[in-house]
Antibody, heavy 121, light 108 residues
Framework: EVQLVQSVAEVKKPGESLKISCKGSEYSFTSYWIGWVRQMPGNGLEWMGIIYPGDSDTRYSPSFQGQVTISADKSLSTAYLQWTSLKASDTAMYYC??????????????WGQGTMVTVSS | SYVLTQPPSVSVAPGQTARITCGGNNIGSKSVHWYQQKPGQAPVLVVY???DRPSGIPERFSGSNSGNTATLTISRVEAGDEADYYCHVWDNSNDHYVFGTGTKVSVL
């Protein structure tokens, strides 16, 4: 079964750094784009960015460009989302999702279980 | 940037049909996907590329897309269909993905 397994929930203070992960299994991790999606409490889904683990080609939503960094380690079949200085407004559920072999028209067909990030002093 | 507009809520009686719209400029020229999200769970793909269903999704879920509106139709609605539903497209002109505002489906 194709799966994306995300790292556990995190509680951080403002100004701290954080890196969360998304590990793929039972498919060719390097051949599919992986997207990241934010869901703030009580709100809808927001696309943050996307990476192709095969060559680390990365695209960002303008809303998140410069705010986060998306990366991948193909040897570990793992994608990452990281912050250098968290803010309270980063409190949200973060999902990774598999986005197809060609960026664009293909759906996000497999989703991780989500990582809840809470930023509070 | 490209905007997808959905009604905030749709209410439907069990056994009836729910129709959830997703409005966007010339959305008929794009490939639309739909996700179901139940409380406390990750989204699940229910329709892709306008009208196709992933394996395991009941035939009661169907989609259409034309002009400025895409529609997800849930036939013979069941209590278990109560969830939030989101449409999703790739905005090729900006190379961005866009999600709709989301619709809460309530089963009366």
């Amino acid at each position: 079964e194709v799966q994306l397994v995300q790292s556990v929930a995190e509680v951080k203070k403002p100004g701290e750094s954080l890196k969360i992960s998304c590990k793929g299994s039972e498919y060719s991790f390097t051949s599919y784009w992986i997207g990241w999606v934010r869901q703030m409490p009580g709100n809808g889904l927001e696309w943050m960015g996307i990476i192709y683990p095969g060559d680390s080609d990365t695209r960002y939503s303008p809303s998140f460009q410069g705010q986060v960094t998306i990366s991948a380690d193909k040897s570990l079949s793992t994608a990452y989302l990281q912050w250098t200085s968290l803010k309270a407004s980063d409190t949200a559920m973060y999902y990774c999702a598999r986005a197809g072999q060609v960026r664009g028209v293909v759906a996000f067909d497999v989703w991780g279980q989500g990582t809840m990030v809470t930023v509070s002093s | 940037s490209y905007v997808l507009t959905q009604p905030p809520s749709v209410s439907v009686a069990p056994g009836q049909t729910a129709r959830i719209t997703c409005g966007g400029n010339n959305i008929g020229s794009k490939s639309v996907h739909w996700y179901q999200q139940k409380p406390g769970q990750a989204p699940v793909l229910v329709v892709y590329e306008d009208s196709d269903r992933p394996s395991g999704i009941p035939e009661r879920f169907s989609g259409s897309n034309s002009g400025n509106t895409a529609t997800l139709t849930i036939s013979r609605v069941e209590a278990g269909d109560e969830a939030d539903y989101y449409c999703h497209v790739w905005d090729n002109s900006n190379d961005h993905y866009v999600f709709g505002t989301g619709t809460k489906v309530s089963v009366l």
